[in-house]
């Protein structure tokens, strides 16, 4: 029998063998990020799992101790779950594995930069708005194909500047192109970072 994943989600087909893997933020779900896909990359297949964590009735991806202090274990372990489901995901929707790119807002940037250090061959690229450092691997990873662009807030009260950049900087020592903006903006998403992450997303 064929795995099947085990997130509830929503798939929506191409029309170009490109898939967002869309990751939305605590409290959203696998609706969230359809329209923000669709404005990044019409022509892109759209895949959004809903974060199996609940903190409060909300959905997350991964446990987290207080604001910004996550809990580690439960961050590895849900971001090696989410690595297979996107392989599985791969097998039944038929998505070619070499060009998939994360897009993550907040708690599902986190993630997606936790798969970036963790499970790097699940993903090709990433878009990670308001992301912070998940964590430090123990190893560090290969991710000299790998594209990634953060946009991050200027005065964003949940993620410092110095942590975007230290992210930032994690990913550029393991290798990554990584392209960094600040938007005047706090933890919310703004049309600045839609437009530089669509033309970003155009052009790698
Ligand atoms: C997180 O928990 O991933 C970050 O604090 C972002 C958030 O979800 O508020």
């Not at 790119?101 to 599902?108: D, E, F, I, L, P």
């Not at 437009?195 to 155009?202: D, Q, S, T, V």
Request: charged share 25%.
């Amino acid at each position: 029998m064929r795995p099947q994943p085990d997130f509830v989600h929503e798939f929506v087909i191409g029309k170009s063998d490109r898939t967002l893997l869309l990751l939305h933020g605590t409290g959203g779900n696998e609706r969230d990020l359809i329209p923000l896909g669709q404005e990044l990359d019409p022509n892109a297949a759209l895949l959004s799992p809903r974060g199996k964590v609940l903190e409060h009735g909300m959905p997350r991806f991964f446990r987290r101790l207080a604001e910004g202090v996550f809990d580690l274990e439960d961050l590895q372990k849900r971001t090696n779950e989410l690595a297979d489901f996107v392989i599985s995901s791969a097998k039944r929707y038929e998505i070619d594995k070499r060009q998939i790119v994360a897009v993550g807002y907040s708690n599902g940037a986190n993630i997606a930069a936790s798969l970036l250090l963790l499970r790097a061959e699940v993903l090709s690229a990433a878009i990670l708005f308001r992301a912070m450092v998940p964590l430090t691997p123990e190893k560090q990873p290969n991710l000299s194909s790998k594209s990634i662009f953060i946009g991050a807030g200027a005065v964003d009260p949940i993620v410092p500047s110095s942590n975007s950049k230290e992210l930032a900087q994690m990913l550029r020592s393991a290798g990554a192109d990584v392209t960094i903006r600040f938007f005047q903006s706090g933890h919310e998403l703004t049309s600045g970072d839609v437009n530089a992450a669509r033309e970003w997303l155009h052009n790698t």
